[in-house]
């Protein structure tokens, strides 16, 4: 939470990585696979009356008569709890559902409730200990008013996405009670509610209250809303805008409406965004007003103005303090974020950042001189005035030298090993904040026990440091002989035991070898796909991206099709088995989503590849009726992506429904692009889900047809992401994002709208777009790149400026793809002895295509081999 982040370029993590990061330290997984019975809850060793049913979903335990069937959908109970009265409150519900014949589920253990009720769980659902189903409106009423008195005493965190009945825990929403799915415009699968005339729509799922247009709120209901609308009228500020959210509530800036001064709050939800040790975000808001006080008047560090509650929430009212976050700072004024920076640039930041830091350390002493430790520092709470001067926010994990006891959460790479405590916690971030500031790869530090003394072995090979840099680093971080002391969090032991068994061996790559072997280095990343694999499992093939669990677990970016496909496309040995568990998917049947990364055409593509034509074929017939729905413009789940596979498909097999799709596409996109207008989703930049796949389309189908309108048609739309670009003073063309910071990646930043203009280029001169190509070259000679994969990572950069090195300016294109190749051991991690890769957060390791293992090996191959396959769709490398 940081008051300077308006400005964009924030190293922020999403809800869904940290969601899928509780249950495994090594790969991003599925909570409901941390389990433990000592954690159960007490209804849980009940038994069950005569006449109702038991089963698992996910995260829940569902619970049934036998011969109540819940209607499809209607006003739903939710009921919140906080941890320490979770037991109780369950049992009333359990006692009363099962008296009444009632259908309900609750969380399946106290882990459940922790994970989301956590500070960066989903905000949608939070507070949820258990939903109850009854069978109509009268029936809605008649729980509530019978249910309301057992739980008068008892409470929990608001359910934002739900109305409050009284002042009690319970809380009703309309939406589904089973499990019913439609496609969006743009390709989404999603839950989904029946309109009156029968169509199914987005039953959305929003952190606030939403009625459906068709559904009349009953009037039972309508002094609750009343209630709920009528708020706080003492608030005496006004919100301008919101600078963070969380599970535990927002930041924002404000104005004080009794003299128009401009101020921080921060807002806390009682029981909500709870910490490993279960305190909750009023409690840590509480120890930050207390240590805000204790250092009052201490220049860098914000005063207290207020403490109040309003709509039961706590709010803290701060100075406001400018700056931009450090985050904001190095996206800025990085030397190695230039393309070609000389050693003059490489020396006058390493000045700047050394200033800085001593600055930070100099408050950090002041700080402790007052008796309190930080707690929690790393860039996004550090502030930079225009004067150099700097700042600290968020005191939430602040603490007293006094406490014996240390922070239950922070940030990854920046929050010290479980044993150290007291002071120890501080020195720890300051030397981990140090390499930051040169190498901004913490987050992998845990992943690797060599790689806090590898990055600082790199900084000193690349930055101007003093001699003694990196003493007081390896100190302070715990680092003998080589190694950190690593300890995660309290996390079950198995799970800490199983990350230091995987990830603890020696790496055989050598990074640092006069010749090296592009090809070694592939091999060893496609044995640690292999040695990953999980094929005794249903819900995944590879440990991949968070999203695969969202997508299915047989998709392009992120499933096993485009694993086995990059597997098969770089040249290494098939998996028979791993391609049967492939086909074992849909034999079963798969998710009825159709987009090309993200479903059926994809799944079609990558079976086709692997040799299983029929197979593929029968893939996509599922998909042809699906597309019918689908009206967004992109490649990565809309239409171009279902034109461009479709195209292929008529060509390789003289498909002739999949040649009517791929006109009715053609047609459909071209209007699009002669409007401008993206149905479903805000305007977006770039390869995957701007207006450069929809230009491959065209381009593709002029060299299927001849017709040049189809080139005219492909220019257009490459203009259009044109427009969403700039140029910057260094000569480089990036993606500009909503204002903020400027992309180059190949999924969300100008490398894959440059890939596009090649491939225009190759057909017809275009002096706008040729100068468009070298600026974008020049934009993927950056040094400095935090992630390593495909999609938004190196491997994506290093693929493109090989494939553009034609458009390169400076002719030295082979050196800096060679430069590109070294600099991957900056990531680079070993599992079970194998060459790995962090995926996207840097958080957990990733096999998948878009993020992971698979990706960076589909880079480097194509980059290094003239005839090896790229992304699909795109003809192979001029040497």
């Known amino acids: 939470m940081a008051h300077g982040r308006t400005r964009g370029g924030e190293d922020t993590v999403d809800e869904n990585h940290q969601l899928f990061g509780w249950s495994d330290l090594v790969f991003y997984d599925t909570p409901s696979r941390w389990v433990d019975p000592d954690a159960e809850f007490a209804v849980t060793q009940r038994s069950l009356p005569d006449g109702w049913t038991r089963s698992a979903e996910d995260l829940w335990t569902v619970l049934r008569p036998e011969h109540v069937l819940p209607p499809a959908q209607g006003w739903k109970i939710h009921v919140s709890s906080r941890a320490d009265n979770a037991d109780r409150v369950l049992g009333i519900v359990w006692d009363y559902c099962v008296a009444h014949h009632l259908p309900f589920k609750h969380l399946r253990d106290a882990h459940m409730h922790l994970i989301l009720n956590s500070k960066y769980a989903p905000r949608h659902s939070s507070g949820k200990l258990a939903a109850l189903y009854p069978s109509d409106d009268q029936a809605c009423r008649t729980v509530l008013e019978e249910l309301s008195p057992l739980l008068e005493t008892e409470d929990g965190p608001y359910v934002l996405s739900d109305l409050r009945w009284g002042k009690g825990p319970l809380y009703v929403r309309y939406g589904g009670f089973r499990h019913r799915e439609v496609l969006t415009m743009d390709g989404e699968l999603v839950s989904a509610l029946e309109r009156p005339d029968g169509a199914l729509v987005q039953d959305h799922r929003k952190p606030v209250f939403h009625l459906p247009g068709w559904v009349k709120l009953p009037d039972f209901l309508r002094p609750h809303q009343e209630a709920a609308r009528a708020g706080d009228a003492n608030f005496g500020y006004r919100v301008e805008k919101a600078l963070h959210f969380s599970n535990g509530g927002g930041v924002y800036l404000a104005e004080r409406l009794a003299d128009g001064a401009p101020l921080v709050l921060k807002e806390a939800r009682p029981g909500a965004g709870l910490d490993r040790d279960g305190r909750d975000a009023v409690a840590r808001l509480r120890r930050e007003r207390d240590v805000l006080n204790q250092l009052s008047g201490l220049n860098g560090v914000p005063a207290v103005e207020d403490y ?3 709509w039961e929430h706590e709010f803290l009212a701060m100075e406001y303090l400018p700056g931009d976050s450090l985050h904001v700072w190095a996206g800025r004024e990085h030397a190695l974020l230039q393309p070609d920076p000389d050693e003059q640039d490489v020396a006058r930041y390493t000045h700047t950042a050394l200033t800085l830091l001593d600055r930070i350390s100099e408050l950090l002493e002041r700080i402790h001189r007052q008796g309190v430790f930080f707690g929690d520092l790393h860039p996004g709470n550090v502030l930079v005035a225009a004067d150099g001067s700097v700042s600290f926010i968020d005191f939430e994990t602040a603490f007293r030298e006094e406490e014996p006891d240390r922070p239950a959460m922070g940030a990854q790479g920046f929050a010290a090993p479980w044993l150290r405590r007291g002071q120890d916690l501080d020195r720890y971030a300051l030397a981990a904040l140090t390499l930051w500031f040169f190498l901004p790869v913490n987050r992998i530090f845990p992943l690797g026990p060599t790689k806090v003394a590898q990055t600082v072995a790199a900084v000193r090979d690349r930055f101007p440091v003093p001699e003694d840099f990196g003493t007081r680093i390896l100190r302070d971080m715990g680092v003998m002989n080589g190694r950190s002391d690593q300890v995660p969090p309290a996390l079950p032991a198995e799970l800490a035991n199983a990350r230091s068994s995987l990830l603890g061996e020696s790496l055989d790559v050598d990074f640092e070898a006069e010749e090296m072997d592009w090809t070694v280095l592939c091999d060893s990343l496609a044995e640690a796909i292999r040695l990953s694999a999980t094929p005794e499992r249903t819900d995944r093939l590879y440990p991949g991206d968070a999203r695969q669990f969202r997508y299915a677990p047989a998709t392009l970016a992120h499933g096993a099709a485009g694993v086995l496909w990059a597997l098969a496309a770089t040249g290494q040995e098939r998996l028979p ?21 993200t479903g059926l055409h994809g799944t079609a593509y990558a079976l086709d590849r692997l040799g299983y034509r029929e197979t593929a074929r029968s893939v996509l017939a599922e998909a042809h009726p699906l ?43 071209a209007e699009l692009i002669r409007t401008g207008r993206q149905p479903g989703a805000e305007n977006r930049t770039g390869l995957m889900h701007g207006w450069s796949g929809p230009a491959l389309f065209f381009i593709r189908l002029y060299e299927d047809t001849g017709d040049p309108s189809h080139l005219d048609t492909a220019r257009a739309a490459l203009s259009r992401d044109l427009a969403g670009c700039v140029r910057l003073d260094n000569g480089t063309v990036q993606v500009l994002e909503a204002g903020r910071r400027t992309l180059t990646y190949l999924e969300s930043g100008s490398a894959g709208v440059g890939l596009v203009a090649d491939e225009f280029l190759a057909h017809r001169a275009d002096d706008r777009l040729a100068a468009a190509a070298r600026g974008i070259v020049s934009a993927c000679r950056t040094e400095l790149i935090v992630e390593s994969h495909l999609f938004n990572g190196r491997a994506g950069l290093l693929a493109t400026l090989a494939r553009l090195s034609h458009h390169e300016p400076a002719g030295d294109a082979e050196q800096v793809v060679e430069r590109h190749l070294r600099r991957f051991r900056w990531l680079a991690l ?44 795109f003809r192979p490398r001029t040497p």
């Not at 962090?838 to 290094?864: E, K």
Request: glycine share 12%; hydrophobic share 45%.
């Open 830 to 873: 070993s599992y079970r002895g194998q060459l790995a890769f962090p995926g996207d957060q840097s958080l957990r390791l990733s096999m998948d295509l878009a993020t992971g293992n698979a990706g960076v090996l589909l880079g480097i191959t194509s980059a290094f081999a003239d005839s090896a396959e790229f992304l699909p769709f």
């Open 627 to 669: 597309a019918q729905e689908v009206h967004g413009i992109s490649l990565f789940s809309g239409l171009a992506g279902i034109g461009l596979n479709s195209l292929a498909f008529a060509q390789g097999y003289g498909e002739q429904e999949a040649r009517r799709e791929t006109e009715r596409v053609a047609n459909r996109l």
């Open 577 to 597: 088995e791993h391609e049967e568990w492939l086909l074992a998917k849909v034999r079963a049947g798969l998710a009825p989503r159709p987009g090309f990364y």
């Open 308 to 310: 109040f509650t309003a």
